[in-house]
T-cell receptor, first 111, second 112 residues
Framework: SQQGEEDPQALSIQEGENATMNCSYKTSINNLQWYRQNSGRGLVHLIL?????REKHSGRLRVTLDTSKKSSSLLITASRAADTASYFC???????????FGKGNQVVVIP | DAGVIQSPRHEVTEMGQEVTLRCKPI?????LFWYRQTMMRGLELLIY????????DSGMPEDRFSAKMPNASFSTLKIQPSEPRDSAVYFCASSLDRGEQYFGPGTRLTVT
């Protein structure tokens, strides 16, 4: 089965900088989603981009999707200490409702 | 809506004991998912239900694990007998079709 894979695995940045994470997958998808997980908590949905969309914005988040390269990126602009978390991409295929999660990106924003 | 509710939040048990984890999904959602998360293996899908019917249980580690969804508002994940390697955080999530999944706070299970 396909699996989202994020790259890089860990990122440490200064507050105010932008953070970019990438995700690749292997097969055709219906949509791709990004989630955040704070330590000890459940995952929280951030943004969903459909296979026929190329870019989507939500607040300080910008997601791009390139289906020809089977990749997506998540950009967090003007990062804050509260953005420190693990970020996961997940893909949904046609035919079922499950998501395939990547291994996650650990992002640390230094105040 | 209160979101996905899981109980208990923490469970400490001895090896060989039965463990039952509970989940109440968000009202109106038709899919429910059980995940396990560990440092070593990351986030693993154990089983998911669609309209209360188990669709994919290929992630269930072995026969010691079983899950039920008797109605649209309740699901259980049971481990019998439990082993130390079952120690993990177990998450329940629900969604409407292929939309975003809403995760519960998790149950942190420790088997000694």
């Amino acid at each position: 089965s396909q699996q989202g894979e994020e790259d890089p695995q860990a990122l440490s940045i200064q507050e105010g900088e932008n953070a970019t994470m990438n995700c690749s997958y292997k097969t055709s998808i219906n949509n791709l989603q990004w989630y955040r997980q704070n330590s000890g908590r459940g995952l929280v949905h951030l943004i969903l981009i459909r296979s026929n969309e190329r870019e989507k914005h939500s607040g300080r988040l910008r997601v791009t999707l390139d289906t020809s390269k089977k990749s997506s990126s998540l950009l967090i602009t003007a990062s804050r200490a509260a953005d420190t978390a693990s970020y996961f991409c997940a893909t949904a295929t046609y035919g079922n409702n499950r998501l395939a999660f990547g291994k996650g990106n650990q992002v640390v924003v230094i105040p | 809506d209160a979101g996905v509710i899981q109980s208990p939040r923490h469970e400490v048990t001895e090896m060989g004991q039965e463990v039952t984890l509970r989940c109440k999904p968000i009202s109106g959602h038709n899919s429910l998912f059980w995940y396990r998360q560990t440092m070593m293996r990351g986030l693993e899908l154990l089983i998911y239900f669609n309209n209360n019917v188990p669709i994919d249980d290929s992630g269930m580690p072995e026969d010691r694990f079983s899950a039920k969804m008797p109605n649209a508002s309740f699901s259980t994940l049971k481990i019998q007998p439990s082993e130390p390697r079952d120690s993990a955080v177990y998450f329940c999530a629900s969604s409407l079709d292929r939309g975003e999944q809403y995760f519960g706070p998790g149950t942190r299970l420790t088997v000694t």
